[in-house]
Structure formats: structure tokens, C-alpha cells
């Protein structure tokens, strides 16, 4: 059903008067936050899978790892930079997909 401006503004009024909020720090902090605190941490709990995932597929970017494990643009290239740290793809080719350099044993 329909809430006017004026109905919400008289609850939020009534709301404020009955006591100081208690603010949940999570929820304050913001999920974008916490996101970003769990992309800096030097080992992506995401690595393994996205390492499994390139080598399987047989080709590496940060767009395939964008789609295929539903992360940002900013982790998906931190995770990149790692597998090329750790020998797993080559160095970026510009809009091209890198070399794998290591091959997922079968």
C-alpha cells in the first residue's frame, strides 16, 4: 500500500524520539568497505579458484575472472597481477587474454 512523505515523516519522527540508535559498525562501515578490506588481504581467498578456473579454461583475464567468479573489476585484476606473480599467466597483452605459462595437470 501506498505511504505518503508526510505518514513516513511523522514514523520517523516518532522513531527519533524514543531513544540514541545503536548502529550496527558492519552496516555503517559500508559493504563496499568491507569488500575493499577483503581484497587487500595479500592472499585472495578466491585465488586457488580462479587459478583452477584459467588453467582450465586454458586462457587468463580479468574479465573472465570479473564473470565467472562475480567480483569486481579492482580484485579481479589484484587476483591477475598474483597468478602472474606466482608464473601462472604471462604479463598483460593490452586487450588480449595473457598466456597461461604454467598447464593444469590432467
Known amino acids: 500500500s501506498f505511504v505518503s512523505p508526510s505518514e ?11 531513544g540514541r540508535p545503536t ?12 569488500e575493499n578490506e577483503e581484497e587487500m588481504a595479500s592472499h585472495d581467498r578466491l585465488y ?13 583475464s580479468t574479465s573472465l575472472l570479473q564473470r565467472r567468479l562475480s567480483i569486481g573489476y579492482n580484485r579481479a585484476a589484484r587476483i591477475m597481477d598474483e ?3 606466482e608464473g601462472v599467466v604471462g604479463p598483460a597483452r593490452g586487450s588480449k587474454a595473457r598466456q597461461i ?3 593444469g595437470e590432467k
Open 23 to 34: 548502529y550496527l559498525e558492519e552496516i555503517v562501515k559500508g559493504a563496499e568497505e568491507k
Open 101 to 103: 605459462i604454467i598447464r
Open 48 to 60: 586457488e579458484e580462479a587459478k583452477e578456473l584459467v588453467l582450465r579454461r586454458g586462457i587468463a
Open 83 to 85: 597468478l602472474e606473480r
Open 8 to 18: 513516513v515523516k511523522k514514523v520517523v519522527d516518532f522513531l527519533k524520539e524514543q
